[in-house]
Nanobody
Framework: QVQLVESGGGLVQAGGSLRLSCAAS????????MGWYRQAPGKQRESVAT????????NYVDSVKGRFTISRDNTRNKVYLQMNSLKPEETAVYYC???????????WGQGTQVTVSS
């Protein structure tokens, strides 16, 4: 099974930017779509952004539209999340996940912590 490893999190001031990376151990073209999720303390995990591996169409949760950009590099088997104008309420652990043609999702990894200070 393809493993996904997230990186790029850190501490940033409100209004700042971070770029998260998700590295796959195999070809991301084996997946239909890949996405970024986040889980804040005491809250449910939510989908933030999704990208389809062929075609490259994207979807975003309303709260990040215009500030976050998801992208993929099929040759490097990586997916990125560029996050601009970060807000303190976006402090969370950010996870990468993927879905195959049978609708199966990958296992959740460790995620990467994003902390936005006010």
């Amino acid at each position: 099974q393809v493993q996904l490893v997230e990186s790029g999190g850190g501490l940033v001031q409100a209004g700042g930017s971070l770029r998260l990376s998700c590295a796959a151990s195999g070809s991301i073209l084996s997946f239909v779509a890949m996405g970024w999720y986040r889980q804040a303390p005491g809250k449910q995990r939510e989908s933030v952004a999704t990208i389809f591996t062929t075609g490259g169409s994207t979807n975003y949760v309303d709260s990040v539209k215009g500030r976050f950009t998801i992208s993929r590099d099929n040759t490097r088997n990586k997916v990125y999340l560029q996050m601009n104008s970060l807000k303190p309420e976006e402090t969370a652990v950010y996870y990468c996940n993927a879905r195959d043609i049978w609708g199966r999702n990958t296992d959740w990894g460790q995620g990467t912590q994003v902390t936005v200070s006010s």
